[in-house]
């Protein structure tokens, strides 16, 4: 696949983890770059958006304790996921949209995903 996620596992309550998620080179110079989680018998929803420019969006109730960031040299998108909770566990998927500049959106792609499970 285009995005491939990893970092996933077993993380006790107040833990940390970080999420990895490659991609081509020629997706991650030009995708806004994404995380989104889909937890048991819940619908995905989306985590944090890191754009082209280095801007960072977070969805409200992670702010403070989830970070998107970017590595240039390995192509590369994490997710350093700090405090965990028991509601944190999820298949956490990485997401690369082509979003032009009037807002409408090309090439998307989506990873298979990792799994985290945060428990005791």
Not at 24 to 50: D, G, K, N
Not at 70 to 85: A, G, H, I
Request: hydrophobic share 30%; glycine share 10%; with cysteine.
């Amino acid at each position: 696949g285009a995005a491939v996620e990893s970092g996933g596992g077993l993380v006790q309550p107040g833990g940390s983890r970080r999420l990895s998620c490659a991609v081509p080179a020629s997706i991650f110079r030009w995708y806004t770059m994404s995380w989104y989680r889909q937890a048991p018998e819940s619908e995905r929803e989306w985590v944090a958006t890191l754009t082209t420019h280095g801007s960072t969006n977070y969805a409200e109730s992670l702010k403070g304790r989830f970070t998107i960031s970017r590595e240039n040299d390995e192509n590369s998108v994490y997710l350093q996921m700090n405090s965990l909770k028991p509601e944190d566990t999820a298949i956490y998927y990485c997401h690369a949209a082509d979003i032009y500049s009037d807002g409408s959106r090309g090439m998307e792609y989506w990873g298979k995903g990792t799994l985290v499970t945060v428990s005791s």
